[in-house]
């Protein structure tokens, strides 16, 4: 593959209280042929996450058409697992008009750093807003699982929901800093709620230089094979860069990580990271959101599948 990098297509302007820096996780749905909406994660003053949208052309991506004046949902309560921000990587639409949004936890811990875990929020009003399904999360702490079950996406298909996300028990320190390890699961639910303690491993971390992977984004081919776009954090760089899979089943992965063709820049906003690829197709055409250094400091940029 080879990408045409178009630019930053949208950052906060620290005028709204809960979306002063960042613009993290760019998360694409289609909102009708002529727009994307791209659900996106912004953080407030203490650094705290709540998930917000930018609504693009679907024809020229870089063109912004309007973005959310209030976050679509907020922070936890006091003590539950996402009362220190939270972070959207997957909508999903199961039924017309309903709206799953799968989001991460995050909570602040103090014998590790944190743990997160996965939540769930549901909108019927097209995703201006939307409720959570429960103040606990659905994905929520298990022995083979213990600190992260995180980072999930989510596609429904032939009545199943179908769910990849990175989970892990250990932490490793890096430079100094302590820093989870975790690979990536599967599973799979009838009803988008009710989910297994352990899911099946999917793709092992495979290079000593490797410690975890980040958010998974998965596209469904026409001819049955299944596409993986995911980040990996790697030792060497104390960042993210951006890796490409492939799979018959959608379970059990082949890396292809040097066909993804899209990296840092000698200089700018992704010079230093680049993660949390999200991939959407319009007519014959294939962009690709994602973010750069700083976790998206700069803001969602987005690139183009070259012909």
Not at 202 to 217: A, K, L, N, V
Not at 265 to 286: C, H, K, L, P, W
Request: aromatic fraction near 12%.
């Amino acid at each position: 593959m080879r990408w045409n990098k178009l630019g930053i297509v949208w950052k906060p302007d620290g005028q709204m209280d809960w979306a002063k820096t960042h613009a993290m996780g760019p998360t694409p749905f289609r909102l009708n042929d002529e727009v994307i909406r791209l659900f996106v994660t912004c953080l407030d003053e203490q650094g705290r996450g709540r998930p917000g949208y930018v609504d693009v052309s679907a024809s020229d991506p870089t063109r912004v058409l309007g973005y959310s004046k209030q976050a679509v949902l907020d922070i936890g309560t006091p003590g539950t697992f996402d009362d220190n921000g939270l972070m959207v990587t997957s909508v999903i639409e199961p039924e017309p008009g309903t709206l799953y949004m799968y989001y991460a936890g995050f909570e602040i811990c103090t014998k590790i750093r944190y743990r997160i875990l996965t939540g769930l929020a549901i909108s019927t009003d097209g995703g201006e807003t939307f409720k959570r399904y429960s103040k606990t999360p659905i994905l929520d702490r298990s022995d083979g699982e213990l600190y992260i079950r995180g980072g999930p996406f989510a596609l429904y298909e032939k009545g199943v929901f179908r769910l990849w996300y990175v989970a892990g028990s250990e932490w490793t320190e890096l430079n100094g800093k302590a820093m989870p390890v975790y690979d990536l699961r599967y599973q799979t639910s009838p009803d988008g709620v009710t989910w297994n303690s352990e899911g099946t491993l999917s793709m092992d971390i495979s290079q000593d230089d490797e410690h975890g992977f980040g958010r998974p984004w998965v596209v469904s081919r026409a001819d049955g094979r299944h596409q993986m776009f995911y980040s990996v954090r790697r030792r060497s760089y104390a960042a993210y860069r951006l890796g490409y899979a492939e799979s018959d089943d959608g379970v059990n992965w082949t890396r292809m990580d040097d066909q993804m063709g899209l990296d840092v820049s000698e200089t700018g906003f992704d010079s230093e990271a680049i993660m949390y690829s999200a991939v959407i197709a319009v007519g014959d055409r294939t962009f690709c959101f994602y973010n750069g250094n700083s976790f998206g400091l700069d803001g969602i940029a987005v690139a183009e599948l070259a012909a």
